[in-house]
Nanobody
Framework: QVQLVESGGGLVQPGGSLRLSCAAS????????MTWYRQAPGKERELVAA????????NYADSVKGRFTISRDNAKNTVYLQMSSLKPEDTAVYYC?????????????WGQGTQVTVSS
């Protein structure tokens, strides 16, 4: 059974930090690119940060560059999102996604999300 379980969300003051985790099971984690998305109320889901299957390359939304860092530990089947200098506009539900293509077929899994609220 494929599972992606996010954790680490919560309420934080502006300027604060949080570290999100996404624990994967039920599939070969090291073969999947991992991405963090977020969705704020009334807005579309947007890509926040992505990392290749081996962790050699990352990509970030312009709005989080220099503040967020994505990383992964393939031995622990876990991807992380370190968030610093948080702003109220970072408030959203954060989701992790796993994606790979094998034999021209796409495999795409989502977690249930974790709420991040940035407020004083």
């Amino acid at each position: 059974q494929v599972q992606l379980v996010e954790s680490g969300g919560g309420l934080v003051q502006p300027g604060g930090s949080l570290r999100l985790s996404c624990a994967a099971s039920g599939f070969t984690f090291s073969s999947y690119a991992m991405t963090w998305y977020r969705q704020a109320p009334g807005k579309e889901r947007e890509l926040v940060a992505a990392i290749t299957s081996d962790g050699s390359s990352t990509n970030y939304a312009d709005s989080v560059k220099g503040r967020f860092t994505i990383s992964r530990d393939n031995a622990k089947n876990t991807v992380y999102l370190q968030m610093s200098s948080l702003k109220p506009e970072d408030t959203a539900v954060y989701y992790c996604n796993a994606l790979t293509v094998a034999a021209l077929k796409g495999y795409d899994y989502w977690g249930q999300g974790t709420q991040v609220t940035v407020s004083s």
